[in-house]
């Protein structure tokens, strides 16, 4: 029994609530809620209206079982069979998500899409208990290795013009055989060389890989310089 309505009922925060934090900087979320169609509203609405809220965390040490906020963005409502809450900015921290129909007797099942444009832990508002897959946190972790590999490179860059002749610098440093390409011995070579040794196979192969965008087994000029600028941005 956890439907509770919008927010023009006292019950809306009885509605599900589930925790998310974003792991890399600024980065965007879009929201997608289907109802299951093997489950039956108590009340049959026409037509089926169902909304999604989201709004910022500011009290993490709360242990209370929900959250009643009151501040943030109402929730906009559709009378399609599918809500989606598109494009939604993340500035950092942590968000909780509610879904939820419009009348608190109109209750059903559901799944809940989010697709980010960076790595989330998630979890459920009862027990705040943020879960992240170990594959995941694996890309996190090679993330932010570029990203130190990537400042490092562009030095005190502060222009354009500097930040390109430093990138084209390192990227003819790293490509020994002059092919234009950098291939994955020398590519582990140069990591290596920066981290002293500090990252193993693994890691090394998932920077790789970030990089490799169209996974040809080597990183051009275009792939190179794309991922080193995406990294310092982020």
Known sequence: ESAGGCPNFDTWTNNPQYVIKALLGNSYLSIVMVPDDSSKPQKQITPQSMGICLFEDKDKENEVKKWKPTLGPMPD???SRDYCLPHQKLNGGQYVIMPMAYNPEFQYDFELFLYSSVPLMIGNAESRELWLHPDVEKNVNA????????MDMIGGSTTVEELDRNIEEHFKSYDLNNNGLIEWSEFTS????????????????????????????????????????????A
């Not at 993330?143 to 990537?150: G, H, I, S, V």
């Not at 981290?195 to 051009?220: K, W």
């Open 77 to 79: 409502f559709t009378i």
């Open 143 to 150: 993330m932010r290795n570029l990203k130190k590999f990537a």
């Open 190 to 233: 140069a990591l290596d060389k920066f981290c002293n040794g500090s990252l193993g196979a693994d890691d090394i192969r998932r920077v790789f890989q970030l990089m490799d965008l169209n996974s040809s087994g080597n990183i051009d000029y275009e792939e190179f310089a794309g991922a080193v600028t995406n990294s310092v941005l």
